[in-house]
């Protein structure tokens, strides 16, 4: 195989993918991780931190969207499917400003990993109805809850209908797996995402996102940056301004491609090759 690498869409050098966690809790739940240092007695009710986690539909989505508006960058958004019903106007936002709607299933709390196949099957299809109600159209992709995918996950997303995932932590290249229930392309999320670095300096999350990016241009032509944001952190301005100041660099370079994960789960399937095949053509294993 040549290890002359596979140029994407229009002999862009390098792919940047954005995607957004737009997430909520059952009633009751907090996160199990905030800003906050303090915790509480097991079994106390965490007001607080449910008060926190509502940041990212009261404010930090919009702000996020509007931030990808003003640069003309569209992203995915992987959205627990509960948003519709606690947070319709901000879902709206997102669907009106042309970005993508993903599966993350009902809730953040409601772990792919807990459950039996059928009921990881009914969560699939539940996810996805209610995000096709606000969208106008079916989604095409899945991000399970904090990875927490199953041995079978892929396969049921393949079996829903689903072109491409993003619980891929063990390749950076997007390609086309192999499932039970037919081929779905793989696509990987983040390593590095906002809510580490949110208590220390939103400045490391430049400095890395910056970092990686220079560095695939200058020696992995043909290599892929996605950036992770959660719309209840990456949603605060400390954090946007960071963001902002990434996207802004990242454009003053002509032969990037601003590439939705759907776009990429496309293209992976277009070229039609294993996990092995891209390791090779990149890093020449």
Known sequence: ??????????????????????????????PKYSVQTTPLKPGTIDHAGIAWSSFGGRTGIWRIVNTLNRHGV???VMA??????????????????????????????GLLTYMTVDEQRAVIKKSLDQLESV??????????????????????LAEAGLDWHADVTYTDMPYLQQTEHGPI???????????????????????????TFDFLYNNEPGGLVVISMHAHFGGRSMMTAA??????????????????????????????????????????L
């Open 185 to 211: 392309a793989a696509v990987m999320a983040s390593d590095f995402t906002d809510n580490r670095v949110l208590r220390a300096s939103p400045r490391d999350f430049f400095d890395v996102y910056k970092g």
């Open 1 to 30: 195989m040549s290890s002359s690498p596979t140029l994407w869409p229009n002999g862009a050098r390098i792919a940047v993918a954005t995607t957004i966690m737009f997430e909520t809790y059952m009633p009751g739940v907090a």
């Open 80 to 109: 627990n499917s509960r948003c519709v019903e606690e947070f319709p106007e901000a879902m709206q936002h997102i669907v009106h400003s042309g970005h993508d709607l993903a599966g993350h299933a009902y809730t953040q709390d």
């Open 74 to 76: 569209k992203a995915s």
């Open 243 to 284: 963001y902002d100041e990434l996207l802004t660099y990242f454009k003053t370079f002509p032969d990037v491609w601003f590439a939705r994960h759907e776009e990429l789960g496309a293209w992976a399937r277009q070229q039609g090759h294993g996990e092995l095949a891209y390791n090779r053509r990149i890093l020449n």
């Open 135 to 156: 969208a106008g159209k079916r989604p095409t992709g899945w991000l399970s809850p904090v990875l927490a995918f199953t041995p079978e996950t892929p396969g049921l």
